[in-house]
Nanobody, 116 residues
């Protein structure tokens, strides 16, 4: 079993920035992929960004050029830097990791609210 500890959400004004962190309880090198999904009220959970073990990244079209996913191997942490936030980015953000057996583990979710 893998535990993921997320942090960094909160209330931010439109146009503002926030960075989410996700620290798994197992070595980051044991995962073939990591990333973030989000779920807004009344909507399906959607992929935001992923980063593979080779650091290849994929972004949802709605966040490309505004969000950046990265990993710090020394800190065993994956980050999601979110810039130029919009009200439609308001959601609960969930970190996940996927191991080489294709099992996914999820964080508890962190709320990001974009509002003036």
């Amino acid at each position: 079993q893998v535990q993921l500890v997320e942090s960094g959400g909160g209330l931010v004004q439109p146009g503002g920035s926030v960075r989410l962190s996700c620290a798994p309880s197992r070595d980051i090198f044991s995962f073939k992929g990591m990333g973030w999904y989000r779920q807004a009220p009344g909507k399906e959970r959607e992929l935001v960004a992923t980063i593979a073990s080779g650091s290849r990244t994929i972004y949802a079209g709605s966040v490309k050029e505004r969000f950046t996913i990265s990993r710090d191997n020394a800190k065993n942490t994956v980050y999601l830097a979110m810039n130029n936030l919009k009200p439609e980015d308001t959601a609960v953000y969930y970190c996940y990791v996927e191991d080489y057996g294709s099992l996914r583990y999820w964080g508890q979710g962190t709320q990001v609210t974009v509002s003036s």
